[in-house]
């Protein structure tokens, strides 16, 4: 779909999907339909707050940073619900919710479209999504703090499409050919490792060796595919050997 800009506001298809768009705010086109935004800012700096706009559609679901290895999905109606380092945001824009512009006539419900804002690498600077009180979409680019910069173009990738799950995946081949920096799935090479098959466990019975051990015989060696190794992890990094007694020597790695 074609991306454009008016005075002020953001139009994807002939739908406006963002109002009160600031003049800073730079569209660059891309020849798959999609559209990289990013801003200027009078004074280099390694960290920026550009606005995007209000946010025209029905409803955002959203996927933000809760923990630095956490990541959590949302969902709202509002600009002002989408918290920080929102890492992808996909707006479903609806005939009854969208704005028209003066080409637009006849829409139906089917016309109903996603807009996909995925926040990338833009050179040395890390992007990230989100909203304030006035329900306004913002970005934050940041980077170490000797790096500065007074404009950064390709820091929000736009994309639209009528299926959300080809949105996302087409969205991330843009990316690969785009950036270069990284392979998509469709496209890695098979590893030697991927021949081998794993089994994650997350039961709270399994409280010792011995049960982890139980379990993996009675799931894999009672099955005929007896496991080749097996790697305890408790999922928190902790380093306290519960199961030590107070006669036994210290083991080192533990306290």
């Given amino acids: ?30 020849s798959t339909g999609s559209a990289f935004l990013g801003a200027t800012s009078p004074a280099p700096s390694s960290r920026h707050v550009f606005t995007i706009g209000v946010l025209v559609g029905d409803t955002v679901s959203f996927a933000s940073l809760e923990q630095l290895w956490w990541m959590i999905p949302r969902l709202g109606k509002l600009g002002s619900e989408i918290p920080m380092e929102t890492q992808m945001l996909l ?23 996603y807009l996909l804002f995925l926040p990338v690498l833009d050179g040395p600077f890390r992007t990230g999504l989100l909203g304030i009180a006035e329900n306004e979409l913002q970005f934050c ?61 997350h039961n709270k ?33 902790e380093t306290i050997n519960e199961f030590q007694k107070d006669s036994e020597p210290h083991i080192d790695g533990t306290h």
């Fill in 1 to 30: 779909m074609t991306n454009t800009t008016t005075p002020s506001s953001l139009t994807v298809g002939g739908r406006v999907v963002c109002t009160k768009v600031p003049e800073n705010l730079v569209v660059s086109p891309e």
């Fill in 91 to 113: 707006l479903e824009v609806g005939e009854e919710s969208a704005l028209n512009d003066e080409n637009s006539s006849g829409m139906t419900t089917e016309d109903k479209f």
């Fill in 141 to 201: 680019v940041e980077s170490d703090p000797v790096v500065q910069a007074s404009q950064l173009l390709e820091a929000v990738l736009l994309n639209s499409g009528d299926n959300p799950f080809e949105l996302l995946k087409n969205s991330i081949k843009i990316l690969e050919k785009h950036k270069g920096t990284f392979v998509h799935v469709e496209h890695e090479k098979v590893m030697k490792t991927k021949i081998f098959s794993g089994w994650v466990n």
């Fill in 205 to 237: 019975n399994m409280s010792s060796p011995k049960s982890i051990h139980r379990a993996s015989e009675r799931v894999f060696k009672e099955g005929g595919c007896p496991p080749k190794f097996l790697i305890i992890d408790d999922g928190w990094q």
